[in-house]
């Protein structure tokens, strides 16, 4: 059995999950501050993926950055650097499709936080960075831990988005959701039900255990 699926789609969740938290706490906690026209729509941009159909978004990955036009063709003449049918597509496919599973429950979290403590970290001198990152995100750890999963989880299944922009070349774009589909259209079911069962049992494992431990974070008194 070729494992090279599984560790490329493990590789790509571990990067788009790495990336995603660079970027989207603190993306999450200024769409927490305050409401305006302008969030509202940009949070409503970041929320699609949840609703749009994958392929619809692979879709449009796979116009913009083409290298027969505008921006991808742009890009590879400046920069060399070509998105479509590389991994590096796949990554930035990845990360856009899981942006609503990094900041969604991280802005949840932190809109339920008493204000006080914010005010009275700024009170003590600290500043806004200080403030968010030693007192506001130690407090909502359970949800960190949950967007952080879930953003790994949700990119060991995606289907349309990278198969859209990345195709399946063996090495380089065929994860394991992509090998999946193509064991079953050669009718190669033991193959297909291999993939499959590596990933349930990887997902079960990432779930339960962030149910695990936000049950241990509620019955602990520091919690």
Not at 169 to 176: E, F, K, S
């Amino acid at each position: 059995m070729d494992l090279s699926p599984i560790w490329l789609t493990l590789k790509l969740a571990g990067i788009t999950t790495l990336i995603l938290l660079v970027i989207g706490l603190p993306f999450a906690w200024w769409l927490s501050r305050g409401r305006s026209l302008f969030k509202i729509i940009i949070e409503a941009f970041i929320t699609m993926p949840l609703v749009l159909p994958p392929s619809v978004l692979g879709f449009y990955l796979l116009l913009a950055f083409s290298p027969q036009h505008g921006l991808g063709k742009w890009l590879q003449k400046v920069f060399d650097v070509q998105f479509v049918f590389s991994f590096q597509g796949l990554v930035l496919a990845s990360v856009i499709y899981s942006v609503p599973f990094m900041v969604g429950p991280v802005k949840s979290a932190l809109q339920q936080l008493p204000s006080a403590l914010a005010e009275a970290s700024y009170t003590l001198g600290k500043t806004e960075w200080q403030t968010f990152r030693y007192v506001l995100l130690p407090n909502i750890k359970p949800s960190l831990l949950t967007a952080a999963i879930l953003t790994f989880a949700h990119t060991l299944g995606e289907f349309g988005v990278v198969l859209m922009i990345g195709g399946s070349i063996p090495g380089v774009t065929r994860v394991a959701s992509i090998a999946v589909y193509d064991a079953v259209e050669q009718r190669d079911y033991a193959m297909a039900n291999n993939y499959s069962l590596i990933l349930f049992a990887i997902t079960f494992v990432l779930v339960t255990g962030v149910f695990v431990f936000n049950k241990y974070q509620a019955k602990s008194p520091l919690g």
